[in-house]
Every structure is written in structure tokens, then in C-alpha cells.
């Protein structure tokens, strides 16, 4: 059980920000991603569609003898991990928006939150907000289209400019001081945002939080992979993998994207 590997899943590539903190904290995990592109955007399905397809993609990992399932997305994790650590045994990772860290640091009181309209409307997100941002005021921002022209592998458009400036614009004119990215698809616009928000606003993301909890996870379960031989990390896309291949390119260690008729 120790070797089987870490399985990761979202509505795309942006659950590859995850991969990323998980492979820099854990070098020693088998790791299987799966991008399931093909019903992406999550964020706009009902909560039964994005169970059944959660359900769908939890399956395909199992076949995989993953031993602990990522959900490294936040619509998937505030819809379906519920269902999910209801119905199947292996321990379930779930992202959640960082709210909490951003509420602590904040010295306006006004943070701002960019995520899709499903997480916003979550109750999970409404609890973690009542909970652990009292006195703070959260401005939540649907990050319409931004999910789609990242998933179609249109990062640095103009059109994604225009997107981006549309949605932070009026989160800086409510003066926050620091954003909150609610979408694992999102740190990859993180350098673009920073030109639009300046350096006086914070940009907070779960990735680094969510590879510790997966760690202290595999640790409390006893499933730590304590081998430094050969490690196997597998890629699959259900849509063109060009665009993940181009991610992968980025992480320079000859990973291949395979396509999966999934
Ligand atoms: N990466 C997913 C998330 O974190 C994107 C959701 C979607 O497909 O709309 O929410």
C-alpha cells in the first residue's frame, strides 16, 4: 500500500498547482493526476451533476489502487468530498479557499475572494467565512471565463487582461488588501494578477496548506512511501493534451500528458 500512489483530480489543469506543492513536499509519492477537461467548467454544474462525475473520477483513481484520493478543486471538494468520505474508504484531501490566513493577515478588514459561483455559493464557504472571518468583510467575485480560456490554453490573451482587470477592478476600488484564489486553476495567473493589483495587496492560495495536510494524512494513516528508488508520475488528460503538455513542459522533468478516452 505504501508504493501505491497519491491519485489527484480536477475539472482540469489547474489541480497541477496542487501536484506541484504535493511533489515538492513529498518527492517519494507515485503520483497520479487526472484532468478530467472534458466537463470543465465545473463551476457552473449542479451539485448532483458534480457528485456523479466526482464519484466517476474517484472510480477511475481506484482502479489505479490510488491510496488516498486529492480533490484539487474547490468546487468538487465543497460539493462532493462529503459524498465522497461518506461512500469509499481510501482518506479524501479536499481544497478549501484560503479565507482563513487571508482574514489574520488583513489590516483593512476587507478581503477579497475570486473563486467560480459554485464554491461561492457553497456552504462550506459560508461556514468558513462565519467561522474564521469575523469582523472582516470578504468580497466574493465570480471569476467568470477565467476557468474556460485557461483550460482552452489562452493564459496571456489580451482577453484574459481584460477578464482579470474586470474582476479584481472592483475588489480594489472596495479596498482590500488581500485576494484570496478560490480555484486551483488560478495561481497560474498569479503574476498577471500581481501586475493588476500592485504590491500593496497579498495573493493567497491553498496549494502549499493542502500538500501539508495530505503529508500529516499519509503519516497519521501509515502510508508514507519511504522508498527513494524510481518514482512514477503519470499524467491524463480526457481532452486535447496539448495543453496540459504545455504545463508539464513548464515542470522540465519530461513528464507526457496521456490522453484517456475516460
Ligand atoms: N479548479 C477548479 C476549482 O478549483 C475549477 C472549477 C471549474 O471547473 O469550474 O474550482
Not at 157 to 182: A, C, F, R, Y
Request: contains cysteine.
Amino acid at each position: 500500500m505504501h508504493k501505491s500512489p497519491i491519485g489527484i483530480f480536477d475539472s482540469g489543469v489547474g489541480g497541477l498547482t496542487i501536484y506541484e506543492e504535493i511533489h515538492r513536499l513529498l518527492p517519494h509519492e507515485n503520483i497520479i493526476y487526472l484532468a478530467d477537461s472534458k466537463n470543465a467548467p465545473y463551476g457552473e454544474k449542479s451539485k448532483e451533476e458534480i457528485i456523479a462525475i466526482s464519484v466517476k473520477n474517484t472510480e477511475f483513481l481506484l482502479s489505479h489502487d490510488c491510496k488516498l484520493i486529492v480533490v484539487a478543486c474547490n468546487t468538487a471538494s465543497t460539493n462532493a468530498v462529503k459524498f465522497l468520505r461518506e461512500n469509499y474508504d481510501i482518506p479524501f484531501i479536499r481544497v478549501q479557499p484560503a479565507i482563513k490566513p487571508a482574514a489574520l493577515k488583513s489590516k483593512t478588514k476587507v478581503v477579497g475572494i475570486l473563486a467560480t459561483k459554485s464554491t461561492l455559493n457553497s456552504e462550506l464557504l459560508f461556514e468558513t467565512s462565519q467561522r474564521f472571518a469575523q469582523g472582516v468583510d470578504v468580497v466574493e467575485k465570480v471569476g467568470e471565463g477565467l476557468v474556460s480560456l485557461i483550460e482552452s490554453g489562452d493564459m496571456h490573451s489580451p482577453e484574459m487582461t481584460d477578464l482579470l482587470n474586470k474582476h479584481i477592478q472592483p475588489m480594489l476600488e472596495k479596498n482590500i488588501d488581500h485576494l484570496v484564489l478560490g480555484c486551483t486553476h488560478y495561481p497560474f495567473l498569479t503574476d498577471q494578477i500581481k501586475e493588476i493589483v500592485g504590491d500593496k495587496v497579498g495573493i493567497i492560495d491553498s496549494g502549499e496548506a493542502i500538500a501539508r495536510q495530505t503529508k500529516v494524512i499519509l503519516q497519521g494513516e501509515n502510508l508514507i512511501n519511504p522508498e527513494s528508488g524510481e518514482i512514477n508520475r503519470v499524467f491524463y488528460t480526457n481532452k486535447d493534451p496539448q495543453v496540459m503538455q504545455k504545463i508539464l513542459d513548464e515542470f522540465d522533468e519530461g513528464f507526457k500528458a496521456i490522453k484517456t478516452d475516460f
